[in-house]
């Protein structure tokens, strides 16, 4: 009986809206157009939709399977459980501990990003953008993200609110933030696309937004491409990181795990590609960098909206976006190191919530401080390493290691025969390309850069 004694979601819509809530984030707005921008855009785009399909979808099920067939509200708990049940090696559960520990990190970096989001609705709500030249509005964002002072109440902010929903549990606090914040959150966005596509329809954007994200240049399909396509689309579903563990260990078992397990991919890329078409008519429009990066975000919008009809409140309500794609995510990042402190020292949600958050905050200060201690977590430490070798021991337990009728009773009633036919890419296809991404990624962060400064010694 999977979680036995652990909180559950109270209907199927809310375990839908936690866990849409805790894939839609910042990855899907500031992160997908900074990538998609920088890697050709349609190729980007075809790329990441089959990463989506034959590994995110099959690691998310797998994710959902532990889950829900652990006995245990943690992930690392779960993973030991079903290591009894199946008769393998605890060591299996590393795949449980890597994830936790990711998910540990990046919460600590994306309150820092959070911040950046939360400091930009009151620029747009007072002016800070009017009247100022592309290299001005540059400048702002190098002056916040340089200026600890100005970054720290909103970065206390965010991570006290973080703390204090899942403080609440999973009822009263995460459950409540996302059924209430997502369908907001998708009303603005589905209002901001519009407006993005109105606005910029006679000088051209739309239309060439349209042909930079689905009419793709198969050229600029390369390694390079494939890598941050499937790297982005893990980032995207949050798989990697423990959180669908823990949130599968609150399933109810009337829920089909494959179908809750296609229906978060298929909204979860709806919302990043909708997202697209709220960004890139409006840069297409002024002639702005498409390919800015994470620039886009931060730098490339506001030079566009400071001139717009009512950019000063669009600019406004869609970083206000943001923040509540933000806050979901951050709740379901902080939520399995959580669950794991409070199993494993017996203390209450409440305690274990503010013990754990006070970890991540004071971890935190050393990315609102420095970039470099910033970029080392995100592209040096988690993203090429930590999240897929996690995502890779789960695959592999759940498809050749996980005893057999356990599997069978996860993926039984209405969701069988997807599940069945998921489980050929859990076992065949998603363990492959996790290891491509893995090896191509430590190698591209560590072992060409030390072997070029060897060379160049």
């Given at each position: 009986?999977?979680?036995?004694?652990?909180?559950?979601?109270?209907?199927?819509?809310?375990?839908?809206?936690?866990?849409?809530?805790?894939?839609?984030?910042?990855?899907?707005?500031?992160?997908?157009?900074?990538?998609?921008?920088?890697?050709?855009?349609?190729?980007?785009?075809?790329?990441?939709?089959?990463?989506?399909?034959?590994?995110?979808?099959?690691?998310?099920?797998?994710?959902?399977?532990?889950?829900?067939?652990?006995?245990?509200?943690?992930?690392?708990?779960?993973?030991?459980?079903?290591?009894?049940?199946?008769?393998?090696?605890?060591?299996?559960?590393?795949?449980?501990?890597?994830?936790?520990?990711?998910?540990?990190?990046?919460?600590?970096?994306?309150?820092?990003?959070?911040?950046?989001?939360?400091?930009?609705?009151?620029?747009?709500?007072?002016?800070?953008?009017?009247?100022?030249?592309?290299?001005?509005?540059?400048?702002?964002?190098?002056?916040?993200?340089?200026?600890?002072?100005?970054?720290?109440?909103?970065?206390?902010?965010?991570?006290?609110?973080?703390?204090?929903?899942?403080?609440?549990?999973?009822?009263?606090?995460?459950?409540?933030?996302?059924?209430?914040?997502?369908?907001?959150?998708?009303?603005?966005?589905?209002?901001?696309?519009?407006?993005?596509?109105?606005?910029?329809?006679?000088?051209?954007?739309?239309?060439?937004?349209?042909?930079?994200?689905?009419?793709?240049?198969?050229?600029?399909?390369?390694?390079?491409?494939?890598?941050?396509?499937?790297?982005?689309?893990?980032?995207?579903?949050?798989?990697?990181?423990?959180?669908?563990?823990?949130?599968?260990s609150y399933l109810p078992r009337n829920i089909s795990i494959p179908k809750a397990a296609l229906t978060v991919s298929v909204t979860d890329t709806l919302v990043a590609l909708i997202a697209g078409f709220a960004i890139f008519p409006i840069v297409f429009a002024n002639?702005?960098?498409?390919?800015?990066?994470?620039?886009?975000?931060?730098?490339?919008?506001?030079?566009?909206?400071?001139?717009?009809?009512?950019?000063?409140?669009?600019?406004?309500?869609?970083?206000?976006?943001?923040?509540?794609?933000?806050?979901?995510?951050?709740?379901?990042?902080?939520?399995?190191?959580?669950?794991?402190?409070?199993?494993?020292?017996?203390?209450?949600?409440?305690?274990?919530?503010?013990?754990?958050?006070?970890?991540?905050?004071?971890?935190?200060?050393?990315?609102?401080?420095?970039?470099?201690?910033?970029?080392?977590?995100?592209?040096?430490?988690?993203?090429?390493?930590?999240?897929?070798?996690?995502?890779?021991?789960?695959?592999?337990?759940?498809?050749?290691?996980?005893?057999?009728?356990?599997?069978?009773?996860?993926?039984?009633?209405?969701?069988?025969?997807?599940?069945?036919?998921?489980?050929?890419?859990?076992?065949?296809?998603?363990?492959?390309?996790?290891?491509?991404?893995?090896?191509?990624?430590?190698?591209?962060?560590?072992?060409?850069?030390?072997?070029?400064?060897?060379?160049?010694?």
């Open positions: 009986m999977a979680g036995a004694g652990t909180a559950q979601w109270s209907s199927r819509f809310a375990f839908i809206m936690a866990a849409v809530g805790s894939s839609v984030g910042l990855g899907n707005l500031w992160r997908f157009s900074a990538e998609a921008g920088t890697n050709g855009g349609g190729a980007f785009i075809l790329i990441y939709l089959l990463c989506i399909v034959f590994v995110g979808l099959p690691v998310l099920m797998s994710e959902y399977i532990i889950g829900r067939a652990g006995q245990a509200s943690s992930a690392v708990k779960s993973m030991d459980d079903l290591n009894d049940r199946s008769g393998t090696s605890h060591g299996w559960s590393s795949g449980a501990w890597l994830g936790m520990i990711a998910s540990f990190l990046i919460v600590s970096f994306y309150c820092v990003v959070a911040a950046w989001v939360m400091a930009y609705i009151p620029k747009f709500l007072t002016g800070a953008f009017d009247g100022q030249t592309p290299d001005q509005i540059a400048g702002q964002f190098g002056d916040l993200v340089g200026n600890p002072t100005k970054v720290i109440p909103y970065f206390l902010i965010f991570g006290i609110l973080t703390a204090y929903l899942v403080s609440r549990g999973v009822n009263r606090g995460i459950e409540i933030a996302a059924k209430y914040l997502m369908p907001l959150f998708f009303i603005l966005l589905i209002g901001l696309a519009a407006y993005a596509v109105v606005t910029s329809s006679a000088q051209g954007g739309a239309q060439k937004a349209f042909n930079f994200l689905f009419k793709p240049d198969f050229t600029k399909i390369n390694g390079q491409v494939a890598n941050s396509a499937l790297g982005q689309a893990c980032f995207s579903l949050g798989i990697g990181n423990a959180i669908m563990i823990t949130y599968g002639d702005l960098d498409f390919a800015a990066g994470a620039g886009i975000f931060f730098q490339t919008l506001p030079t566009a909206l400071s001139s717009a009809p009512g950019g000063n409140i669009v600019g406004a309500a869609f970083f206000f976006l943001a923040f509540f794609a933000a806050i979901t995510s951050s709740v379901s990042l902080l939520e399995p190191t959580v669950a794991w402190v409070a199993e494993q020292f017996k203390m209450t949600k409440a305690k274990a919530a503010w013990l754990t958050a006070a970890l991540v905050i004071a971890l935190g200060f050393g990315s609102v401080f420095s970039s470099a201690f910033f970029d080392l977590i995100d592209t040096g430490i988690v993203g090429p390493i930590i999240a897929p070798l996690s995502a890779l021991l789960v695959v592999l337990f759940t498809g050749w290691r996980l005893n057999k009728d356990i599997l069978d009773q996860e993926l039984g009633g209405e969701g069988e025969a997807l599940g069945r036919f998921l489980m050929i890419f859990v076992k065949w296809v998603a363990p492959i390309f996790i290891f491509l991404v893995l090896v191509s990624g430590t190698y591209d962060k560590w072992i060409k850069p030390y072997m070029a400064s060897g060379a160049a010694g």
